[in-house]
């Protein structure tokens, strides 16, 4: 792993504005950064530059000009409770110009419920000040100044977002007025409790230039009508995916040529291969060929001010199944309002009384309404709730309602994405009890001048103790790790005599810290989990933790062994693989305990939750596989710069790093020569055959021998395997229907020419000749000048192409090909191989590392791609691009992480109450871009049947192996068992990938197996030793019953000790 080199550094026009404390009052803070922190983040980000070594994973979300236009941006966010310094770490961390945090207040007691930069020493002192200087180590390109005066009109001028939490609704009316009239963008956020509520205002005439944020679609044409309007029909190797309303432009047509490059014309989708386009009547004759191209195109949007908008409101729908409560609780939170101006604070926990008057304000504010805003029939009980737990405040809801805030903050700086239109309301009443009508007491649910008092005020003081005494497992201590346990240690899981317990085996790389914010540039190459452990450890003393460094998998069982998850409350994963989540979910279905799963990808994000007994597991349901690309594809007809960057992959690995390893076992491993014979057709010709280049044909003894290497190499890739491709398909080849043979998705290839004078040709030497002498131990260089005077001397073959050469034309023709097995090779090979014992090598394989700018793996990997897309035609990609697509790069950013997690810890409170209905979970999906919610309630565990007995995934036999005698039960007596206990006859059994037992083995071995223990046939068979920490086998079963039909039937645990 990279320890986090230099990044590359982009420079950007922008015009200098200072910005210090935008504040009427003189009371502001600033802590100045030293001026260049380790690991080259260097101070404010005023000289708008973009470091893509730690903002990579995010531009591939926002891209680079959504980031330049961020980056001229100040950002002030008032109101430092918990849903504003969530809002003020996801903007910082995303890297506009600068943030300013205001706040008038002083810390209290219910404010450290979810304010994770207050502590208890902070009390009394103002909020803003405090968290300021917390918030500046999040990112050094960000100056963040606090203030604490009023808010003026001449300091809001200054801004070009301004996000209002905890205020007022006069002060939201006054300033929404004069942001509208500014210009100024305006984001207002609050939650009440289980409740929360979004606004924007982004004035009259805000540009969203790119509405979803995907990928610009395109598509190969196969015909274009002469029409009006002309009908445009796609390959039908693909559906074209667009959609009507979408602008689209054209290039590589042949004979409609008027099409290419024109500007973009609007379609209309007739089906999945087919749109219909402009007139097209006069235009020249289609011929044949061209790719159709999606343009995004800029899209203007008008947003009412908060004044207009409040009694005409356009609300965004979170759950489709509360489809009616986003205007009731529109006019409730108003209503909460008049309550706070009334009496000077808000309506008491679980008050009755106050219950009965926030209804009747919100009664009389309905009668008043004129417009849309006013609701035919109020929700009472809704009403109610909202007033019991409105003075709580929760940092689930907080992390949440924060994360969609600070995204809508992006949007209104950079125009990327689609803002919330314009009002969002969202609540998570099921954490409530399940019950109907079950009603805390005022005196449960009191303030007890505690860190948890805005999470009592909801719950009551029994939850509270409950997850104190918590034990659980947290897998993965990443993006969704670090959000995970600041949530955490805010509700005070684990604050008791309960535990945590974290496992990472990652260290922290420069990338990391654009999202894990626990993490700092100080900490880069420390382990994870220790760091995010002495992290949260700061922001609640209280919670116990302990971190591990193992990976979850099969390696670890005897860690992780039956003890230790038996005395687990749950497992949450925050994992970035699925066959970890996988292997997780088979741990807590065998264990029988509650799983919590989340992912995300840029802005989308899911949470799923698994309740034992009750939900599917996470590997119940699973996504459709990945699309490979065809062999034939990569190796002589790629259309598009994924096949080449993927050819570039196959490259580096077939040359750094097979090679060297295969030769490595040849000469360390006596077993190595056996093996290899023993593969299938024509691979261990393929495999001696590289061990015999890498030992003796392209052994290099000096940097110059690997340059010649990379020099001819270079020619046997970009040139001579060209024209040999050509002179087997030359370019007017016809097929065997008459159709030109380099049509459609066969583009045809021109070989290149070596010139020193070339960027990219110099690129590719200096990569593949520095990667080559890695892999031998030998010096490499950097020197241009130097290599370009080598190269002059070295000796390039000439080559002609030859006849009888088979290229395959596709992987079917591939597969029948049976290729000749040729055994004189073999035979010549084993003898001039040298004899390990005389040989003195010592080779490293490499393996690929995309994020170490000096290590030449990515320099080779985009030099390689973009000559063989020059040999093809095929527009070239830039090393950003490259890296995500070679690099298989999951793009992320913070807004999103913060939001899911928000969601997972709603879930996580719900399971802690013990809530049993399937109706009470949800799982959810969102896209942030869009902005897109949905929650479900969780996929029932499908119910199977044997004779009458139900069974599901959750269900087992229990066998105890030991029997009343002392001695264990044999093979037959474990058949026996099943019959007679369960009317079963076990027809097959196994464990793992070992077979125990089948109708159809032989007598012989039959007869020897059936008097044996169980645990011997065990060893036996899978010969491996059972360890100590084993305490149960688990066997899979066929079985017929009685009336010898097959049944399904639930695995058997079988427990030995």
Same mark, same amino acid.
């Given at each position: ?5 230099? +990044? ?5 026009s ?10 009427s ?6 802590? @100045?950064? &030293? ?39 100040n950002?002030?966010?008032? *109101? ?21 945090v ?19 020493? @902070? ?16 990112n050094?390109?960000v ?59 982004f ?5 969203v230039y790119? /509405? ?8 190969m ?5 002469k029409?009006? !309007? ?17 602008y ?23 089906? &999945? ?11 020249? $004759? ?25 009694s005409?409101?356009?609300?965004m ?33 679980? +008050? ?35 007033? =019991? ?8 809801? %907080?992390?949440?309602? *924060? ?5 809508e ?51 009551g ?13 947290l897998? *993965? ?5 670090c ?20 496992? $990472?085996?990652? /260290? ?34 209280s ?11 099969? @390696? ?61 597991? =996470? ?13 034939c ?16 992959? $196959? ?14 076992? =040849? ?16 691979? &261990? ?8 280049? +890498? ?9 110059a021998?690997?340059?010649?290497w990379?020099? %001819? ?6 040139? #001579? ?6 002179? %087997? ?23 290149? @020419? ?17 990667l080559?002498?890695q ?19 070295? #000796?390039? &073959? ?31 090979l ?24 000096? #290590? ?9 791609? #973009? ?7 095929? !527009? ?46 949800? %799982? ?17 565990? !499908? ?22 005698? *002392?001695e ?15 009317k ?32 011997e ?41």
């Amino acid at each position: 792993m990279s320890s986090s080199p230099l +990044s590359k550094k982009r420079r950007l026009s922008g015009t200098e504005t200072k910005t210090g404390s935008h504040c009427s009052s003189s009371n502001s803070v600033r802590t @100045d950064l &030293p001026h260049t922190p380790a690991n080259g983040m260097a101070k404010n980000g005023n000289d708008a530059e973009i470091d893509e070594g730690l903002y990579s994973r995010q531009l591939y979300v926002l891209g680079h000009d959504a980031m330049k236009r961020m980056q001229n941006s100040n950002v002030l966010i008032s *109101g430092m409770r918990g849903l504003g310094v969530e809002i003020a770490k996801n903007v910082i961390l995303g890297g506009v110009r600068s943030v300013t945090v205001h706040d008038q207040g002083v810390a209290e007691w219910r404010d450290l419920s979810s304010q994770f930069y207050l502590r208890e020493e @902070d009390l009394g002192k103002n909020r803003a000040e405090v968290s300021q200087s917390r918030l500046a180590e999040l990112n050094s390109y960000v100056p963040v100044t606090a203030c604490t005066g009023a808010l003026t009109e001449d300091c809001l001028t200054k801004f070009q977002v301004v996000v209002l939490t905890n205020s007022t609704l006069e002060e939201q009316h006054q300033l929404g007025e004069l942001c509208h009239n500014k210009g100024i963008k305006l984001v207002i956020a609050d939650t009440r409790g289980l409740f929360g509520q979004l606004f924007c205002d982004f004035g009259d005439d805000m540009i969203v230039y790119d /509405t979803n944020g995907e990928q610009p679609l395109s598509a190969m044409i196969s015909m274009i009508t002469k029409d009006n !309007p002309g009908v445009v029909t796609c390959l039908d190797e693909a559906r074209h995916g667009f959609e009507s309303g979408d602008y689209v432009t054209f290039t590589e047509v042949q004979g409609m040529t008027e099409l290419n490059g024109c500007q973009p014309v609007e379609i209309k989708v007739l089906g &999945p291969y087919t749109f219909s386009i402009c007139d097209t009547a006069g235009y020249t $004759d289609y011929v044949r060929g061209g790719i159709v191209s999606q343009v995004k195109m800029p899209k203007k949007i008008s947003f009412k001010s908060l004044s207009s908008s409040m009694s005409e409101p356009e609300f965004m729908m979170t759950d489709f199944a509360k489809f009616d409560r986003p205007g009731q609780l529109h006019l409730g939170f108003q209503a909460i309002y008049a309550f706070q101006k009334k009496h000077s604070r808000l309506p008491t926990p679980w +008050s009755q009384a106050d219950g009965e008057e926030l209804l009747s304000l919100v009664k009389e504010l309905n009668s008043t309404q004129t417009g849309s805003a006013k609701v035919e029939q109020l929700d009472e009980a809704l009403l109610k709730k909202l007033s =019991y737990v409105a003075a709580g405040d929760l940092a689930p809801v %907080n992390a949440f309602i *924060g994360g969609l805030a600070a995204q809508e903050v992006m949007k209104a700086c950079t125009g990327k994405f689609m803002p919330i239109m314009q009002w969002l309301y969202f609540d998570a009443l099921e954490c409530l009890a399940e019950e109907d009508g079950v009603m805390l007491t005022e005196e449960e649910c009191s303030p007890r001048n505690c860190r948890y008092d805005g999470q009592i005020a909801v719950f009551g003081s029994k939850l509270q103790e409950l997850l104190g005494k918590q034990r659980y497992f947290l897998v *993965g201590a990443g993006a969704i790790g670090c959000e995970l346990m600041k949530n955490f240690a805010m509700v005070g899981l684990a604050a008791g005599e309960g535990e945590v317990i974290v496992t $990472d085996m990652d /260290t922290i790389e420069k990338s990391n810290l654009n999202r894990q914010f626990l993490f700092r540039p100080s900490d880069v190459t420390k382990m994870k989990s220790d760091t995010a452990a002495a992290a949260v450890k700061q922001m609640n003393p209280s919670i116990r933790i302990t971190p591990h460094q193992n990976r979850v998998g099969p @390696d670890t069982e005897r860690v992780y062994d039956d003890d230790f998850f038996e005395s687990l409350d749950g497992v949450a994963n925050a994992l970035d693989n699925v066959d970890a989540r996988m292997y997780m979910d088979r741990r807590c279905v065998y264990y029988r305990k509650p799983l919590l799963e989340s992912g995300t990808l840029g802005t989308k994000g899911n949470v799923q939750v698994v309740i034992p007994f009750l939900t599917e597991s =996470y590997s119940s349901s699973q996504d459709p596989p990945e699309k490979s690309i065809p062999i034939c594809t990569l190796k002589n007809f790629p259309n598009a710069i994924e096949h080449t960057l993927q050819w570039a992959r $196959d490259e580096f690995e077939g040359l750094f790093k097979q090679p060297p390893e295969s030769a490595m076992q =040849y000469l360390t491993d006596p077993k190595f020569m056996e093996r290899t014979l023993k593969l299938t057709g024509a691979q &261990p010709v393929e495999v001696l055959e590289a061990v015999y280049k +890498s030992l003796v044909t392209d052994c290099p003894h000096s940097w110059a021998d690997c340059v010649a290497w990379a020099r %001819n190499h270079w020619q046997c890739q970009y040139s #001579n395997n060209i024209r040999q491709l050509l002179h %087997n398909f030359p370019p007017d080849q016809l097929t065997s229907s008459g159709a030109p043979f380099w049509s459609g998705p066969k583009r045809c290839p021109h070989p290149l @020419d070596f010139s020193t004078s070339n960027e990219l040709h110099m690129d590719y030497v200096l990569a593949g000749a520095n990667l080559l002498a890695q892999t031998y131990g030998l010096p490499g260089s950097t020197d241009r000048a130097g290599l370009a005077k080598i190269l002059q001397n070295v #000796n390039v &073959p000439v080559f002609t192409p030859r006849s009888g050469v088979k290229i395959h034309v596709s992987d079917q023709d591939l597969q029948n090909s049976n290729s000749s097995v040729d055994d004189s090779r073999l035979e010549e090979l084993k003898t001039q191989l040298p004899t390990p014992e005389t040989s003195q090598f010592n080779l490293s394989p490499l393996d690929f590392e995309k994020d170490d700018d000096t #290590n030449f793996h990515m320099d080779f990997i985009v030099a390689a791609s #973009n000559l063989r897309a020059e040999n093809y035609d095929i !527009p070239p990609a830039d090393r950003h691009k490259s890296k995500l697509i070679a690099g298989k790069i999951i793009p992320a950013i913070a807004t999103t992480t913060a939001a899911v997690v928000g969601l997972v810890c709603l879930e996580l409170i719900k399971i802690i109450q013990g809530h049993k209905k399937l109706e009470s979970f949800k %799982n959810g999906f969102m896209n942030l871009a869009l902005p897109f919610f949905a929650f479900s309630e969780p996929i029932a565990a !499908p119910r199977h049947k044997y004779y009458e007995i139900e069974w599901s995934l959750w269900d087992r036999f229990e066998v105890t192996g030991q029997q009343s005698s *002392g001695e264990e039960m044999t093979l037959r007596q474990f058949l026996d068992h099943f019959k007679n206990e369960h009317k079963l006859e076990i027809t097959m059994l196994s464990q793992g990938v070992s077979m125990l037992y089948s109708f159809f083995m032989p007598a012989a071995k039959l007869k020897e197996r059936l008097d044996l223990p169980m645990t011997e046939i065990v060893t036996k068979v899978s010969k491996k030793k059972l360890g100590k920490h084993v305490k149960a086998l688990v066997f899979e079963l066929c079985c017929n019953d009685l009336s010898d039909e097959d049944v399904e039937v639930p695995y058997v645990r079988y427990t030995i000790r």
